[in-house]
């Protein structure tokens, strides 16, 4: 079959691995119409569908056989886990048991040096280790007391264990089978059986004969050309634009604010990869019906729950909390729902150790290159500076109720949101470059402008900024008190934590005020 994908490779400059993982991708559009066909009342159907086009995706296509079976065996692991131990430690061994399989996997990628390019098992052994580790997680709950749960457990517990087959479905749910959207096990049950549109303000406005409301397959279709386009964009421009040119002497001839100024467009082009292949996957997830999230003020479908980006928001963002949690949002819910709120002791409040385990395990399960460690270690200072300004200099700018905002308000908005994309850029570096070597590299040619900016608002808050805007709060009466949206952001509510980064130096040293 390669010889289908060798002229398309070469045309346009791509790897053949590349060419079919996307082939997959728009494969799966097509496919999800008929997956919506199989009648709701026949799921074994639609679970030996979604297995049969894995097989199809993995075997004849991609030809990644180990990959397959390597899968299943966590696949299979985590079925019998699940369903034989009934102690407490049972979702941690489900945990261990994947992550430790994925972490092997990762360093032979890194031993082996194979680039992004490459597809080989991590990528999708990273979607499935979300997916196994919830799961176990729901079985759990579902064991356990409906008081001793909080909202979101007890929606997702899992009461009548499946069959093997349809966790085989589950687990094998095409569309995101090769690089996301994760879903929970619920989720999936809901989309087989189509509970979720069984209500009746849902079945007025279904297609005649079915369940799923009218509107699906336009949002699906916008998403596979905005998909479409922003890959063009990518093999056009990305050789030319990227973070690796950074590291080349044309680059280094330039002068620092060209180099400075080149580098943000290229981070928009090293980020247009991902945006590419998530909103293709999410358009293909949104045929077979999964992100229904209700109707809008027109009566219009909208179907937002499988988004994994807002793209907008990350490159145009109001600040950088925004940018953060507009980024691979699925990874970010299974970290605070099966990691952050799991390792906290029961009857406390989480506080930096659980923190400093979610961010380890978030770290482990993008990787081992120290490009990546780099990163989001950074991610914690930055995530510190960008809290110092938010909490002494925003309360001061913020208009009066009534009032429109100052030229003074407007001049820290677009500040900010300059700010925020130029330290992305700079922290994503190192993610993108792997090594500490090249990281460091790109930083030298770019003048250490991140660290200039972060380090010097922190040394600036920490010797004395904090309490001088404190007292210029006070004195205007806005002074804020623990837990207000002006305060230190320590009482953030677990649904609006990022958990993709470390803890904020200042949660561990906070300055003096």
């Not at 070469?10 to 997956?35: E, N, R, T």
């Not at 943000?264 to 991902?274: H, L, M, S």
Request: proline share 6%.
């Amino acid at each position: 079959m390669d010889a289908l994908f060798l002229p398309l490779a070469d045309a346009l400059g791509a790897s053949v691995d590349q060419i079919k993982l996307i082939s997959c991708l728009l494969i799966a559009y097509p496919l999800g119409s008929v997956f919506v066909r199989i009648p709701s009342n026949q799921p074994a159907l639609k679970h030996l569908f979604n297995i049969a086009v894995s097989l199809f995706f993995f075997f004849p296509v991609l030809k990644i056989y180990s990959a397959f079976f390597q899968l299943l065996a966590s696949i299979v692991g985590t079925y019998f886990i699940a369903k034989f131990n009934r102690s407490p430690n049972m979702p941690w061994i489900v945990f261990v048991f994947v992550m430790g399989h994925l972490t092997i996997n990762h360093v032979i990628r890194a031993i082996y040096q194979l680039s992004y390019e490459t597809m080989e098992v991590t990528g999708p052994q990273m979607v499935l280790t979300m997916k196994l580790t919830t799961f176990a997680w729901n079985v759990w709950d579902g064991r356990r007391p409906t008081e001793d749960l909080d909202k979101w457990q007890q929606a997702k517990r899992i009461v009548d264990f499946p069959s093997l087959l349809e966790f085989l479905g589950y687990s094998f749910y095409f569309p995101g089978m090769l690089v996301g959207p994760y879903l929970d096990f619920p989720e999936y049950r809901e989309l087989v059986n189509e509970t979720l549109f069984k209500a009746a303000e849902v079945k007025a406005k279904a297609t005649s004969g079915r369940n799923i409301p009218l509107g699906r397959k336009r949002v699906a279709y916008r998403k596979m050309t905005l998909g479409l386009i922003l890959l063009g964009m990518f093999v056009v421009l990305g050789p030319k634009f990227n973070f690796a040119i950074a590291l080349t002497p044309e680059f280094a001839q330039r002068s620092i604010l060209m180099r400075i100024a080149l580098f943000q467009v290229y981070g928009v082009f090293e980020r247009i990869k991902y945006y590419a292949i998530w909103t293709l996957t999410e358009g293909a997830s949104i045929v077979t019906g999964l992100g229904f999230t209700g109707f809008n003020a027109a009566g219009v479908s909208t179907w937002e729950g499988a988004a994994n980006v807002k793209i907008m928001e990350i490159e145009l963002p109001s600040n950088f909390k925004v940018l953060l949690d507009s980024w691979n949002m699925k990874t970010n819910v299974w970290l605070r729902e099966c990691v952050y709120k799991r390792v906290t002791p029961k009857g406390k409040k989480p506080g930096f150790r659980s923190s400093m385990l979610t961010f380890l395990t978030s770290a482990f399960w993008h990787g081992v290159s120290g490009g990546y460690y780099l990163s989001f270690l950074s991610g914690g200072f930055i995530t510190s500076a960008a809290r110092l300004v938010r909490t002494n200099i925003r309360p001061l700018l913020l208009p009066a109720p009534g009032q429109s905002p100052s030229p003074a308000k407007h001049l820290y908005d677009f500040v900010g949101t300059v700010l925020s994309t130029m330290i992305l850029n700079y922290a994503a570096a190192p993610f993108m470059l792997l090594t500490v070597e090249s990281s460091f590299a790109a930083w030298k040619q770019l003048g250490y402008y991140g660290h200039i900016i972060v380090g010097g608002g922190l040394i600036f808050f920490y010797a004395g900024g904090t309490k001088y805007f404190r007292r210029l709060q006070a004195k205007r009466g806005l002074a804020a008190s623990k837990g207000t949206p002006n305060g230190s952001g320590a009482n953030t509510p677990v649904a609006e934590k990022n958990f993709t980064v470390p803890p904020a130096f200042d949660k561990v040293m906070p300055p003096q005020k």
